[in-house]
């Protein structure tokens, strides 16, 4: 009835382990094969020494217990007796000695698994380009780095031990009463057997569909909350962070009603096996007192079925309840699949990239795959090494494409990118990274120190490099005026700190990073006269030094240090001008 989940699972949980680890899988499921039937014997082993204990002389009725009476020269049956408890001692003691190594083993594998998932998945999304990375989004991407392995762990891996560990227990028990008692047997066949698999059949698909709904659910929650406190002060000025508030309250709503019902069905099985074992006995009972003559052996059968039911239910309830998890979270192997052609992506070889005269687009075309029309339509400049290039142009005009094309976040469908008279490929990307620097309106900052954010956490800071950093973009001043200075925390998202500070940390991780090339994105629009200032003063100085910059802006004066600057309309560069003819073309509109 579940080869399918099962033999699944497996395929799935195999594919995550190295052949020394598939070695130590199987080592780890002959231990706990074994453990389960020192379980089952340990139990058995309580009747024999019960009998014994309460019917005086048993023990010579047994072959076995008599054989090592006499073998042994015990004197008197009380002193076997209790020679008898204290080995059952001895033997729980170790069985359960046994059975906590096995489960410490097969916990610390399973962490060790997990681990590789969370590794693998990391790996996957490390090599998204950022094209598919903006697309997947950040709440999925948490998702499936984070969630989805621990989801892989708790509902597939471990309820694979547990139904394998169960199905031996069950089998040990079914067996020795196939052989010992084979009419009883046949009643538990009857009975247990349509109920299990009624139970599993009815909860399977159910909780498939939790499963799949609330896999959908839970990053809805997460890409709320996020952008909740990201736009925590825009919202409340709007008044719509009630708004954000139950649209969370209602996902949150259905997802406890999907945890309430998952819940409930894993209250359910337990429930209905001992019903349909309660009728059973019932019926037999019945059919005893009111039908048949010989109610002696009725009786006897009843007494065995409820001790064999009484121990098997509690297995039969797990090995259901594993199935049924295994179903319920099915949806993780679809998710774990997703981008598997990244887990084999061969890092391209990288060569080097000498970046002495020029950066030249020729002919350059790029739309983005859902649109037709192309957003920067045939482009070509070539620009020299220390210029300083702006680019103008109306709103949704592709400065910002444009831009993101230079950064390689976006690939042109034509042309070409050249630096130095060499294509950009993708064997030489790390190196162009590593010349470039960018500067973007909001300025990615972490919650940490300015020294850790402007050499992003560096392990071995280059004091002398972040110390002419700090100058070159303006900063000196400010970072004295701190009580800590340059170990001063700047807040979540650099709260602490005013939007020019913002992008002045950003020059200064860029010229940190010695970049050559420095892309700013509206670097100013958002400042007021006295930052837009400070701005301007860390441009102007950076137009001493020779990194070629290209600046994005929308208020002129920023321009001032441009050597040209581009004019763009609907995606064509329409005009190149100087800081001065541009002034004089906005004084005559
Ligand atoms: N991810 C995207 N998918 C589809 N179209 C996009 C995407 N990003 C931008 N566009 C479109 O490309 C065009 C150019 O956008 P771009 O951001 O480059 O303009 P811009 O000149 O920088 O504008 P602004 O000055 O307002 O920032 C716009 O029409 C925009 O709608």
Request: aromatic share 10%; proline share 2%; hydrophobic share 45%.
């Amino acid at each position: 009835m579940s080869q399918g989940i099962i033999s699944e699972s497996v395929r799935n949980f195999l594919f995550y382990l190295s052949s020394v680890q598939k070695r130590k899988a199987a080592w780890m499921f002959l231990l706990l094969i074994l453990s389960s039937v020192i379980d089952v014997f340990g139990l058995a082993s309580l009747v024999p020494i019960i009998i014994a204990a309460s019917r005086p002389g048993s023990i010579f009725r047994n072959s076995i217990t008599n054989w090592v009476y006499h073998a042994l020269h015990f004197q008197s049956e009380k002193t076997f007796l209790v020679f008898l408890i204290i080995g059952l001692i001895i033997f729980f003691l170790v069985k359960n000695a046994f059975t906590t190594l096995v489960n410490y083993q097969q916990v610390r594998f399973t962490a060790e698994i997990a681990l590789k998932v969370v590794n693998n998945q990391l790996g996957k999304y490390n090599n998204l380009s950022f094209w598919d990375f903006s697309r997947v989004g950040t709440s999925n991407l948490i998702h499936y780095t984070v969630g989805v392995p621990q989801i892989f762990v708790n509902g597939i891996i471990r309820q694979l031990f547990q139904f394998f560990s169960e199905l031996v227990v069950t089998l040990v028990i079914v067996i020795a009463i196939l052989i010992y008692q084979p009419a009883l047997f046949l009643v538990l066949a009857v009975v247990l057997g349509p109920a299990t698999s009624l139970t599993y059949r009815v909860l399977r698909n159910r909780s498939m569909r939790i499963g799949i709904r609330a896999d959908v659910l839970k990053p809805v929650t997460f890409k709320l909350m996020s952008e909740a406190f990201a736009g925590y002060v825009e919202l409340k000025l709007a008044g719509k962070q009630f708004q954000v508030k139950d649209k969370v309250l209602e996902n949150q709503e259905e997802l406890q009603d999907l945890e309430a019902v998952s819940y409930l069905y894993s209250q359910l099985p337990l429930k209905m096996i001992e019903m349909v074992a309660i009728l059973a006995v019932a019926t037999i009972f019945l059919y005893s007192l009111l039908i048949s003559e010989n109610t002696e052996n009725l009786v006897t059968i009843i007494g065995l079925f409820a001790a064999a039911a009484y121990r098997l239910m509690p297995s039969v309830n797990r090995l259901i309840l594993s199935l049924v998890s295994l179903k319920q979270h099915r949806f993780v192997f679809d998710n774990l699949s997703l981008h598997r052609h990244l887990e084999e992506k061969v890092a391209p070889l990288q060569q080097p990239l000498v970046f002495e005269h020029s950066i030249e687009l020729r002919n350059v075309t790029f739309a983005f795959p859902e649109t037709i029309k192309p957003v920067l339509n045939n482009i070509s400049f070539k620009v020299s090494k220390g210029e300083r290039i702006g680019l103008v142009g109306s709103s949704g005009s592709g400065k910002t494409t444009l831009m993101n094309l230079l950064l390689r976040f976006y690939e042109e469908q034509q042309g070409q990118l050249l630096i130095d008279g060499h294509p950009l490929t993708e064997h030489n990307l790390d190196a162009w990274y590593r010349l470039v620097g960018y500067v973007k309106q909001d300025t990615f900052l972490m919650e940490a120190s300015i020294r850790d954010n402007i050499t992003l956490a560096d392990k071995n800071v280059d004091e002398q490099r972040l110390q002419y950093a700090i100058e070159q973009a303006s900063l000196a001043d400010f970072v004295q005026s701190l009580p800590d200075g340059i170990n001063s925390l700047i807040g979540e998202r650099g709260s602490r700190l005013s939007g020019g500070q913002r992008q002045r940390i950003g020059i200064a991780r860029a010229l940190y990073k010695r970049t050559e090339i420095l892309l700013m994105d509206e670097a100013t629009s958002a400042l007021d006269n006295e930052t837009e200032r400070e701005v301007n003063e860390a441009i102007s100085r950076l137009a001493t030094t020779d990194i070629t910059i290209f600046i994005i802006a929308h208020r002129i004066t920023t321009l001032r240090d441009c050597t040209k600057i581009y004019e763009m309309k609907d995606g064509r560069l329409i005009a190149e001008r100087t800081y001065d003819e541009l002034v004089r073309n906005v004084l005559a509109n």
